[in-house]
């Protein structure tokens, strides 16, 4: 009797454990919505990861003019070191689907004195994006877009709200964590130039440990 209830519980920590490495791609998405929600501001803001950010836009070589998109932007971390960065003078926003993660953001932008040059948004990126066309000079997104049913649709999403010389910069996932990510280089390099423009310049760039960077630059001839 002891076995089996071990089992049992062996199957529901493993089954939640799948469902939280993969963000409910698969089945489960209601308790990920709710899990984020509801944890993710503290788990999302336990610690920052500015360096990285920073290390990152060195080598994406930002002017500090642009107009910056963060997709999945969690609790705010990205756009809040953007846009505290002395040399940058362009605006960032943010967005997410989680309330209380959007509220988070905002209260540490207003906190720092950074609200002038930063807005946080509640978006579901499953519905088409509330800005106009050639808006923005960068969109980020990481882990979102390979959680999704239809990430072809937020990648065209990006390409019409991109200006026509845009960069797209986007998660790849690898090492032990890319068996849970359905998106790999081939894909983004088929997909990006299905996008009704001239194909971009695409690269990758090391990130995290667990994740490098897909980076498209538009209008490279």
């Given at each position: 009797m002891v076995g089996v209830i071990l089992i049992l519980l062996g199957l529901l920590i493993g089954g939640f454990l799948f469902v939280l490495m993969t963000d409910g791609?698969?089945?489960?998405?209601?308790?990920?919505?709710?899990?984020?929600?509801?944890?993710?501001?503290?788990?999302?803001?336990?610690?920052?990861?500015?360096?990285?950010?920073?290390?990152?836009?060195?080598?994406?070589?930002l002017q500090g003019d642009e107009q910056v998109l963060d997709v999945g932007t969690a609790v705010g971390d990205l756009p809040l070191t953007l846009t505290a960065q002395p040399n940058f003078q362009g605006h960032?926003?943010?967005?997410d689907w989680s309330p209380r993660m959007?509220?988070?953001?905002?209260?540490?932008a207003q906190k720092r004195g950074l609200t002038a040059r930063?807005?946080?948004?509640?978006?579901?990126?499953?519905q088409p994006l509330?800005?106009?066309?050639?808006?923005?000079?960068?969109?980020?997104?990481?882990?979102?877009?390979?959680?999704?049913?239809?990430?072809?649709?937020?990648?065209?999403?990006?390409?019409?709200?991109?200006?026509?010389?845009?960069?797209l910069v986007l998660s790849l996932y690898k090492g032990w964590s890319s068996w849970s990510a359905a998106l790999d280089l081939k894909w983004y390099q088929s997909h990006l130039a299905q996008l009704g423009r001239p194909a971009p310049e695409i690269q990758?760039?090391?990130?995290?440990?667990?994740?490098?960077?897909v980076v498209a630059r538009f209008g490279k001839v």
């Open positions: 791609r698969y089945f489960g998405k209601q308790l990920m919505y709710w899990v984020y929600d509801r944890i993710g501001p503290a788990a999302f803001g336990s610690r920052s990861e500015a360096s990285d950010w920073q290390g990152l836009f060195a080598a994406l070589k960032a926003t943010g967005i959007m509220e988070t953001a905002y209260l540490e930063i807005d946080f948004r509640v978006v579901d990126v499953r509330p800005f106009n066309d050639n808006t923005f000079d960068v969109i980020f997104c990481f882990g979102l877009i390979e959680t999704l049913p239809n990430p072809q649709a937020l990648l065209q999403e990006f390409s019409r709200i991109a200006q026509p010389n845009g960069m990758t760039l090391p990130f995290r440990n667990s994740q490098a960077v």
